[in-house]
Antibody, heavy 117, light 110 residues
């Protein structure tokens, strides 16, 4: 059974780097592609980026200068780093598996990351 | 890339049908058959309901259907049920390995 679980600090200070990890069970991250998406409180979804089965990455142009997605195949995990955060980066962060035609077919439960001093 | 345009709200009575639109451009919705729809209940993660414009994942009721005409995609929910009340988001491939979401539509079952 496919499961994804986000983990990371519950609070990040402005100007610091937000770091999250997604642990995948039921599938290998060396297959398919894997994504991060975020949702500010009360607002819509925003795609952050992908890491492909090859290890290549692609990012939302609006976040590209601050985002890094990486993976640890030995732990079956992939990670998100978002630098120089501000209050505008406060959101629920989701990890998900990429399915057919750029869909996202399995999602983690999400984790709220407030940015506050 | 700009967000796809969805109506903020939609509603219908139990048993009725409701259609939610998702308007983009020829660079995203109109250019690719890569439109997806997600259902999100309050406080929960999104769930994939439609992919490749009109395909349903296993387990999604056939009351949910998708279509596309030009730069506008649509999600139709037939035979509305109370459990269909949720937020719905569309997404589309936008070229250059990018994806864009719509702003979301809150569906209310009256």
């Amino acid at each position: 059974q496919m499961q994804l679980q986000e983990s990371g600090p519950g609070l990040v200070k402005p100007s610091e780097t937000l770091s999250l990890t997604c642990t995948v069970s039921g599938d290998s991250i060396s297959s398919y592609y894997w994504s991060w998406i975020r949702q500010p409180p009360g607002k819509g979804l925003e795609w952050i980026g992908y890491i492909y089965f090859s290890g290549a990455t692609n990012y939302n142009p609006s976040l590209k200068s601050r985002v890094t997605i990486s993976r640890d195949t030995s732990k079956n995990q992939f990670s998100l780093k978002l630098s120089s955060v501000t209050a505008a980066d406060t959101a629920v962060y989701y990890c998900a598996r990429g399915g057919s035609a750029w869909s996202l077919d399995y999602w983690g439960q999400g984790t709220l990351v407030p940015v506050s001093s | 890339q700009s967000a796809l345009t969805q109506p903020p709200s939609a509603s219908g009575s139990p048993g009725q049908s409701v259609t939610i639109s998702c308007t983009g451009t020829s660079s995203d919705v109109g250019g690719y058959n890569s439109v997806s729809w997600y259902q999100q209940h309050s406080g929960k993660a999104p769930k994939l309901m439609i992919y490749e414009v009109s395909k349903r994942p296993s387990g999604v009721p056939d009351r949910f259907s998708g279509s596309k005409s030009g730069n506008t995609a649509s999600l139709t929910v037939s035979g509305l049920q109370a459990e269909d009340e949720a937020d719905y988001y569309c997404s589309s491939y936008a070229g250059s390995n990018n994806v864009v979401f719509g702003g979301g539509t809150k569906l209310t079952v009256l």
